[in-house]
């Protein structure tokens, strides 16, 4: 069975750093597109950031607005586990982050897309 397990999240002073980690259980992150979402209390879940596999070597990648320059996604294939580097971090960031993946690999924003989800984990930015 195929799990996705996050980590990496904590309570963190505006503009310090994070580093989340998914790691693919059971399966491999090969063909797979994978995302962050996060849910902040009270809103609804967003999309933070996708990469698409391409290759072993190569993938592509879109963001949210409100992270671009901030964050980034990167993955490694072999040890199945997708990162995403968090730098500059404001109090609006606070939220619990989800990993997902879609096993078709389409590389779509929309959370309908992804049929694999993490438990999450929370990051809190303190002002």
């Known amino acids: 069975q195929v799990q996705l397990v996050e980590s990496g999240g904590g309570l963190v002073q505006a503009g310090g750093s994070l580093r989340l980690s998914c790691v693919v259980s059971g399966g491999s992150l090969r063909a797979l597109t994978m995302a962050w979402f996060r849910q902040a209390p009270g809103k609804e879940r967003e999309f933070v950031a996708l990469s698409k596999y391409i290759t072993v070597l190569s993938h592509t990648t879109n963001y949210a607005d409100s992270v671009k320059g901030r964050f980034t996604i990167s993955r490694d294939n072999p040890k199945n586990t997708v990162t995403l580097q968090m730098i500059s971090l404001k109090p609006e960031d606070t939220a619990v982050y989800y990993c997902?993946?879609?096993?078709?690999?389409?590389?779509?924003?929309?959370?309908?897309?992804?049929?694999?989800w993490g438990q999450g984990t929370q990051v809190t930015v303190s002002s």
């Open positions: 997902a993946a879609d096993r078709l690999n389409r590389g779509i924003i929309s959370s309908r897309t992804y049929d694999l």
